[in-house]
Nanobody, 123 residues
Framework: QVQLVESGGGLVQAGGSLRLSCAASGRISTYTMAWFRQAPGKEREFVAVIRSNGGSITYADSVKGRLTISRDNAKNTVYLQMNSLKPEDTAVYYC?????????????????WGQGTQVTVSS
C-alpha cells in the first residue's frame, strides 16, 4: 500500500507560480502518476499524467504550456510546476498513481490518491 502526500498549494495572484509536490511512502518507479483537480461544485478533472519511465507525458488542453509534470523516482516524488496561473485554476489538486492500464484520464482507474492540496488563484 502506497500513501501519497501532496504539498505546495497556497494562495497566489493571477500570473503567478506554484510548485506542487507529491511524496510517496514507497517506490513508485513502476507506477503511472497523475495530477487531477476538483473545483467546488465540479467533478474531478484530469490535469496531467507521466508514465513510469518519465518519457511519456500528457496534459489536459486547459493547462498545456503552463503546467509541467515531472518525477524523481529516486525520491519517490512527483511534481507539478504551475506557471501563468489563472483564477480558473483554483481547485484542490490531487496526486494519483496506478500500476498500468489505459484510461489515464479517468479517476476510477487509479489505485492510490493523496489527500489533496488547495490552490487558490486571485484575480
Amino acid at each position: 500500500q502506497v500513501q501519497l502526500v501532496e504539498s505546495g498549494g497556497g494562495l497566489v495572484q493571477a500570473g503567478g507560480s506554484l510548485r506542487l509536490s507529491c511524496a510517496a511512502s514507497g517506490r513508485i518507479s513502476t507506477y503511472t502518476m497523475a495530477w487531477f483537480r476538483q473545483a467546488p461544485g465540479k467533478e474531478r478533472e484530469f490535469v496531467a499524467v507521466i508514465r513510469s519511465n518519465g518519457g511519456s507525458i500528457t496534459y489536459a488542453d486547459s493547462v498545456k504550456g503552463r503546467l509541467t509534470i515531472s518525477r524523481d523516482n529516486a525520491k519517490n516524488t512527483v511534481y507539478l510546476q504551475m506557471n501563468s496561473l489563472k483564477p480558473e485554476d483554483t481547485a484542490v489538486y490531487y496526486c494519483a498513481g496506478k500500476f498500468s492500464g489505459s484510461g489515464y484520464g479517468l479517476p476510477d482507474n487509479y489505485d492510490y490518491w493523496g489527500q489533496g492540496t488547495q490552490v487558490t488563484v486571485s484575480s
